[in-house]
């Protein structure tokens, strides 16, 4: 007997419920295994002296992601940002993830551009990328530091990401380098080794660019760059949970009834 046309758009809404569902839920798992590569705060805790974490994926998976280990006397901490949001961007945080931890599985010496530059080399091999216009440009803008915990030192690498650092009330810039973790469109030159002299106190904030990309206020206009400096500058002193608050409060406030553009990240240590 055949199925009237209501009958049918039932069976078809039905399907279409069922598939929605099966689709939730393997982004959902696909969360889970996103969390599980990340590092654990109980890990991390080990590692930092002090520091929070303050991600907000725009969808249930990120592109953006953190990573902090430690190989010898050196602890490695970086903020990623990958092409896209969403699935493709956590396919691409998973492989990043995986292959930095390859990368200090191997041998020395631990410098912050080598490290960059040796995840440029997996991540264009992975994806093919050979520098031809009609191949894929997907990549990781990164800010990737390697502290010193003998004597203090600081190196910093960033592929199109800076990194702030923050003492006694001034912020200063670090610049990253323009090009990202991938083909570039020009050659690839080796990504620039910045060292800093940490002491008490400093702090150190690596981060996405989806704070200062987030539309909102009262003209629907991006948070930017320089109202963030201001921001970091005036939480710097404060205990990490509430930096970490504040910070929160203050893009939510931002952002109001507009969406969320892309996935936050901000990644702030106090290592001294």
């Not at 002090?50 to 992601?65: A, E, N, Q, T």
């Not at 430690?70 to 993830?97: K, N, Q, R």
């Amino acid at each position: 007997m055949n199925n009237t046309p209501k009958e049918r758009d039932k069976l078809t809404y039905n399907e279409l419920l069922e598939q929605r569902k099966e689709l939730r839920a393997s982004i959902q798992y696909a969360s889970f295994i996103q969390h599980a590569m990340q590092p654990e705060m109980k890990d991390m805790n080990k590692l930092l002296h002090d520091f929070f974490i303050l991600h907000m994926p725009r969808d249930i998976v990120s592109g953006d992601f953190y990573y902090c280990s430690s190989v010898e006397h050196f602890t490695v901490m970086a903020a990623g940002d990958c092409t896209g949001h969403g699935v493709p961007g956590a396919l691409m945080s998973i492989m990043g993830i995986s292959f930095l931890n390859e990368i200090l599985s191997g041998e020395s010496p631990w410098k912050a551009s080598r490290i960059l530059n040796l995840l440029r080399e997996r991540i264009m091999k992975a994806l093919h990328q050979s520098g031809r216009d009609e191949e894929n440009k997907d990549g990781i803008d990164m800010a990737l530091c390697v502290f010193n915990q003998e004597n203090g030192e600081l190196q910093f690498a960033g592929a199109n990401n800076p990194l702030y650092h923050v003492r006694k009330g001034k912020l200063t810039e670090i610049k990253a380098d323009k090009m990202p973790v991938g083909v570039n469109a020009i050659d690839e030159d080796s990504f620039t080794n910045h060292t800093i002299r940490i002491i008490s106190d400093d702090m150190i904030y690596i981060f996405s660019d989806g704070y200062a990309d987030q539309f909102g206020g009262p003209r629907g206009k991006k948070y930017k760059y320089g109202p963030l400096k201001k921001l970091l500058t005036d939480v710097s002193q404060l205990p990490m949970d509430q930096q970490h608050d504040r910070l929160q409060k203050e893009i939510l406030d931002w952002k109001g009834d507009l969406d969320q553009v892309d996935d936050i990240l901000i990644f702030g240590v106090r290592l001294l």
